[in-house]
């Protein structure tokens, strides 16, 4: 997982603290925000598609500090098409990256980021989500299952990810591709170390239809295409209000992504994406993302969080991609769901 990352980051960092202003986890926080309204503006390269709580987050961090965001927000693939093509064209633009943390990883050993010199704020991380000195956890995205509640009888509605197999949901079930990059990778990744490739074999047999595009194939299962989508992001539950549908949170638990923010190789604008990092670990954004449904990676929270979201807060988190591993998964999902 993605303790595999941690353990190659010390082998990097020699590689770039020559090159770099050091800043302490003392620093002065009020010399940061003084450099970093200096330069007066960041760009923030991410993938997280146009959630409207994120453009929240970045307009408090405006709000708050002056400092314009420039914003490019595409696929995970286009993103490291972006880095790719920009880094070695010598074209340095973006100053942030935020992306899953496999993702994240593979940006790392291509050499596209640099460390961050210090968070402030990265203090407030949970044990169990730490830093490194170039990667620094944002949030976590948590996957279930999305029901109709027009079709599906409560008594019907799957609890487990194996009750999928069920053959009354053959040919009914609407899923993300899991042959690419994306949500539906991350689910069969999670599954496959949990359960088995028997598990994905009998998936198959239950003939899903593959989609790629989220947003209208929630809405299908609304409407009644179908009676089922998987995997479901809780935070895109808040988008689907009032609609026939629901979310189920499966015993096991979820299968998740870890969104990750880093600083990018000669980041033109170093200090004020060292206060934009900062910033999203402040309780300002972690009860945005909180109270969007996302899980924060923070120890604790100093302020409210709804009631309908405290479930996901707490929900148990049963598995994520792994970067070593990426590939053969998704070789190993095209085999499987021909």
Not at 18 to 24: E, K, L, M, N, P
Not at 230 to 246: D, E, H, R
């Amino acid at each position: 997982m993605f303790r595999v990352a941690l353990h190659f980051t010390t082998t990097v960092i020699a590689c770039f603290v020559a090159a770099s202003v050091a800043w302490s986890l003392e620093a002065d926080d009020a010399a940061l925000v003084a450099a970093a309204k200096g330069e007066g503006k960041l760009t923030l390269y991410t993938s997280f598609l146009g959630a409207p709580f994120h453009m929240s987050a970045i307009k408090s961090f405006e709000k708050k500090y002056g400092i314009a965001v420039e914003l490019l927000d595409v696929r995970a693939s286009e993103l490291r098409e972006r880095l790719r093509t920009e880094q070695a064209a010598g074209r340095f633009i973006g100053d942030v990256v935020q992306t899953g943390a496999a993702t994240m990883v593979r940006s790392l050993r291509d050499g596209e980021l640099q460390p961050h010199g210090g968070i402030p704020n990265a203090r407030r991380l949970s044990p169990r989500q730490p830093a490194t000195d170039v990667i620094v956890p944002s949030y976590i995205l948590a996957y279930g299952i999305l029901v109709n509640t027009m079709q599906v009888k409560p008594a019907d509605e799957p609890q487990s990810w194996k009750d999928l197999l069920d053959q009354r949901w053959k040919g009914k079930i609407q899923s993300d591709d899991m042959r690419a990059l994306g949500g539906g990778q991350v689910m069969f990744s999670v599954l496959e170390d949990a359960f088995g490739r028997d598990y994905h074999e009998k998936l198959a047999a239950q003939q899903p239809i593959f989609s790629r595009d989220v947003g209208n194939d929630e809405r299908r299962v609304a409407r009644g295409e179908y009676p089922l989508r998987v995997p479901q992001l809780f935070s895109n539950m808040a988008m689907l209000k009032g609609l026939p549908v629901k979310f189920v949170l499966p015993q096991e638990g979820v299968p998740y992504i870890r969104f990750d923010m880093a600083l990018l190789r000669n980041a033109p604008h170093r200090n004020a994406a060292r206060l934009f990092i900062n910033h999203y670990l402040s309780d300002e954004v972690q009860l945005i993302y909180a109270n969007a449904g996302l899980i924060p990676v923070v120890d604790k929270l100093d302020g409210p969080v709804k009631e309908e979201m405290k479930t996901m807060t707490n929900a148990k988190l049963l598995g994520t991609t792994d970067v070593d591993t990426q590939d053969a998964m998704m070789a190993l999902a095209k085999d499987i769901y021909k």
